[in-house]
T-cell receptor, first 114, second 111 residues
Framework: GAVVSQHPSRVICKSGTSVKIECRSL??????MFWYRQFPKQSLMLMAT?????????EQGVEKDKFLINHASLTLSTLTVTSAHPEDSSFYIC??????????FGPGTRLTVL | QKEVEQNSGPLSVPEGAIASLNCTYSDRGSQSFFWYRQYSGKSPELIMFIYSNGDKEDGRFTAQLNKASQYVSLLIRDSQPSDSATYLC???????????WGAGTKLIIKP
């Protein structure tokens, strides 16, 4: 159990476009989902915490108007990178939290902005 | 500032030996401790979690927790080349659902 999917797994886009990444918990309901970003050879960086039906809580330094998060249901959260630029190129990973504490990660989305 | 410290490595261990990965944390209020494994280019996967002082074993993996010393470790017995990865330690308070992450230790198992 505890499977989390992400879509797409890889995306290449032009500078200035917006990209939407979906995160789904497939076999459990996730009241909380997390969005992380990881640059090459660096550790995970938490971007925001998303609770179903409420506004996301963003970490310091993360622009909420640039990284739009929608947690519309107990199994789906989306991250939209608006007006993406090359410096936004990174590995974006979501995780979903079960009621008993563990976080389970999606496979990640590699974003390349040209 | 709540911190989780790990030696970045790389830690090189011969195949078949025991790999020992260590993690210290700053917040005495921490209650839950997690070890994740991350292969290059992949997302982290949960290996083990531990809540109580002492040892917890699962197959070749043993997690050890010492709350007095604020120290948690992961032992991997009979190390295999497929164990080569970055191991992330994460710590959680009971009152906060967020995890505080270490930077990870890169483990290399040499055949």
């Amino acid at each position: 159990g505890a499977v989390v999917s992400q879509h797409p797994s890889r995306v290449i886009c032009k500078s200035g476009t917006s990209v939407k990444i979906e995160c789904r918990s497939l076999d459990f309901q996730a009241t909380t989902m997390f969005w992380y970003r990881q640059f090459p050879k660096q550790s995970l960086m938490l971007m925001a915490t998303s609770n179903e039906g409420s506004k996301a809580t963003y970490e310091q330094g993360v622009e909420k108007d640039k990284f739009l998060i929608n947690h519309a249901s107990l199994t789906l959260s989306t991250l939209t990178v608006t007006s993406a630029h090359p410096e936004d190129s990174s590995f974006y990973i979501c995780s979903a939290r079960q009621a008993d504490n563990e976080q389970f990660f999606g496979p990640g989305t590699r974003l390349t902005v040209l | 500032q709540k911190e989780v410290e790990q030696n970045s490595g790389p830690l090189s261990v011969p195949e078949g030996a025991i790999a020992s990965l260590n993690c210290t944390y700053s917040d005495r209020g921490s209650q839950s401790f997690f070890w994740y494994r991350q292969y290059s280019g992949k997302s982290p996967e949960l290996i083990m979690f531990i809540y109580s002082n002492g040892d917890k074993e699962d197959g070749r993996f043993t997690a050890q927790l010492n709350k007095a010393s604020q120290y948690v470790s992961l032992l991997i017995r009979d190390s295999q080349p497929s164990d080569s990865a970055t191991y992330l330690c994460a710590v959680k308070e009971d009152s906060n659902y967020q995890l505080i992450w270490g930077a990870g230790t890169k483990l290399i198992i040499k055949p």
